[in-house]
């Protein structure tokens, strides 16, 4: 046989892609039992959802904190530690840019969600960059957000290609382009930050 070569190692990237950056939140280093203390007597004050109550049904606090029904939330630890992250964050940004960057973040909202409630597609255009989700608590039968595939075709694909559709590992990621919609696998104190123009919920 002739000499064939040697084989180069395949890279593999993706091309108009969503990229999802995922860190764990070390639980001992802010008043997380102290947070959730909080949530939890919150929630137990009943429903909680000023901002949309169309496209959701969740207790939330955004657009709701000064309602004097329920506890205030000091962040001011957690504060701490998410300074760190997203400083650690933007450094790991490809900006084609040399100067000082701004950095500026919100806590803008908890939320509480349950086996049947929901929370439609949403994105955070115009105002953010970035959005970002810190799971402080999930059971063992939750699951993580839900994204939207906002490609045309991640509506039709399954018909026209079912074949390929039907072989592929439905976990991977890198497979997540042939469907209408991926759920990312998280665990309790991930965090994941992803670009404001994905479209995300709770389903």
């Known amino acids: 046989m002739g000499n064939m070569g040697?084989?180069?190692?395949?890279?593999?990237?993706t091309l108009f892609g969503l990229p999802i950056y995922k860190t764990k939140i070390d639980p001992g280093s802010y008043d997380k039992k102290k947070l959730l203390s909080t949530i939890k007597k919150n929630y137990s004050l009943g429903p909680r959802n000023n901002f949309d109550q169309y496209n959701s049904n969740v207790h939330m606090s955004f657009a709701d904190e000064g309602n004097s029904k329920f506890k205030s939330m000091d962040y001011t630890k957690l504060k701490k530690v998410y300074d760190n992250v997203f400083n650690n964050f933007v450094k790991s940004l490809n900006f084609n840019y040399?100067?000082?960057i701004n950095l500026a973040y919100n806590i803008l909202n908890y939320t509480v969600s349950n086996k049947d409630d929901y929370m439609n597609y949403h994105n955070h255009l115009p105002s953010e960059d970035f959005a970002c989700v810190h799971y402080l608590q999930l059971g063992k039968d939750q699951v993580g957000t839900k994204f939207k595939n906002t490609h045309s075709f991640g509506?039709?694909?399954q018909f026209i290609r079912s074949k390929l559709y039907?072989?592929?590992?439905?976990t991977d990621k890198l497979n997540s382009y042939v469907y209408e919609d991926f759920t990312l696998d998280v665990e309790e104190d991930d965090m994941i930050i992803f670009p404001s123009v994905a479209e995300h919920g709770i389903k």
Not at 6 to 13: A, E, F, G, N, R
Not at 166 to 170: D, E, H, I, R, V
């Open 166 to 170: 039907n072989a592929m590992n439905n």
């Open 155 to 157: 509506n039709y694909f």
């Open 6 to 13: 040697k084989l180069s190692i395949m890279s593999t990237y």
């Open 98 to 100: 040399k100067g000082t």
